[in-house]
């Protein structure tokens, strides 16, 4: 007749295959191995709501940055403004953006590229005639209210309203919904973002 197995060496093997049940875990709770990670020592890739409300901060800034350098440099300082901006904060190095602006029309309405993002933002480009430069407005201060945030893992969504204010205090309300990933270098990066102006009454 066998031996009975030594009843360490049971829960051990339980453990390592994975197969610890509530019984399982209580045993293994009372092992001599005790276990300290100090949270700095944590590594985690999940986007946080930090993170995105900073990024839709930096959004807001940029926005204000690129009508400033408009109307201190002209079109080619405030084109090099946003250049660099959707380079930073959009991921277009990664494939098409879902870019719904506010005021575009068909057949450009969804601005997939990286060309149609730049031409929206400054106009300035004859493949676009339509683009007229929405950041070149005189904006002066940008106010974000979200609906709500989701967070899933290395992506998140946000919807909500982005308030806009010009130099002369005029103010536009849009609807927006922001989609980011994580990228290679851990920055968020834009991959979907919807603009459109609020349905009235």
Known sequence: MNKPMNFRIL??????????GAGGAAL?????????VPPSAIASQNITEAQV????????EALVQISKDYEAGGIAKAKATASSVIDSAYGYQYGPVLFKPTLTVAPQT?????????AYFVGDDK????????????????EIRNAAIQLHGDTALSMGNVILTDKAGKVTTVDKTWG????????LRIV???SSLPVTR
């Open 127 to 142: 493949a676009y005639p339509d683009d007229q430069g929405f950041a070149l407005k005189g904006w002066r201060s940008v």
């Open 28 to 36: 293994a709770q009372s092992s001599a191995v005790k276990q300290v």
């Open 180 to 187: 980011y990933m994580r990228d290679d270098q851990g920055n």
């Open 11 to 20: 829960a051990l093997s339980l453990a390592l295959a994975g197969g610890l």
């Open 110 to 118: 969804f601005r997939t590229t990286r060309e149609g993002a730049l």
């Open 53 to 60: 409300l900073a990024a839709q901060r930096a959004w807001g």
């Open 192 to 194: 979907l973002h919807h």
